[in-house]
């Protein structure tokens, strides 16, 4: 028996991502389909997903300064730019919605974890620990020292950066979570 039925505008695309990203948008053309974040840019087609509180949305709709999440496939890639399989606005009340915040998640391709020049990259973001980062584990988040995670740190290991953005891909990186 159903207590409630939710009927929600169709879904496009085959959904497969594999990186993901938070921010807010620095540029945004919606007659070329496409938008940059994080100085990373991006392209939509019909089989993307736009979407704002559950209901569907258009890339019109995108302005300069929103914040979004970007699930993204990072394997295709046209005229330099990555495809976007899913777009979500976030609306200026939800929680996540904090000016300069940068998220990125997906998987190390490189890394130097040698302490005072210890940097990283994923999804083509250079991200540098600030000095106050803080480390986690992927198990119930354990707190790690940042040697530990940086000597355990591996090349494919799937990770979440939460920082600010800075020039062009630059991110300083405040909080980096290991994930499973």
């Known amino acids: 028996l159903a207590r409630e039925v939710k ?4 879904r496009g695309g085959d959904g497969r991502a594999n990186g993901e990203v938070k921010g807010a948008l620095s540029a945004v053309d919606a007659g070329a389909g496409t938008f940059d ?3 990373t840019g991006y392209f939509v087609d019909s089989g993307t997903v736009l979407d704002r509180d ?3 949305a258009s890339l019109a709709d995108l302005r300069v300064g929103d914040y979004v999440e970007v699930k993204f496939l990072s394997t295709r890639v046209e005229a330099g730019r990555t495809y976007a399989t899913k ?3 976030e609306d200026e009340s939800d929680d996540d919605n904090r000016v300069g915040e940068f998220e990125v998640e997906g998987r190390v391709t490189a890394f130097i974890a040698t302490a005072g ?3 990283l990259t994923i999804n083509g973001y250079v991200v540098t620990p600030s000095d106050s980062a803080r480390y986690y584990g992927d198990r119930d988040d354990n707190l790690l020292t940042a040697d530990a ?3 355990g740190l591996s090349v494919g290991q799937k990770l979440e950066v939460k ?3 800075g020039t062009g891909t630059a991110v300083t990186g405040m909080r980096f979570e290991l994930e499973d």
Request: glycine content about 18%.
């Open 7 to 10: 009927v929600k505008h169709g």
């Open 37 to 39: 974040l994080g100085g």
């Open 54 to 56: 559950d209901s569907a």
């Open 87 to 89: 777009v979500a606005f």
């Open 117 to 119: 020049s210890r940097q």
């Open 149 to 151: 995670f940086w000597n």
């Open 163 to 165: 920082g600010t953005v």
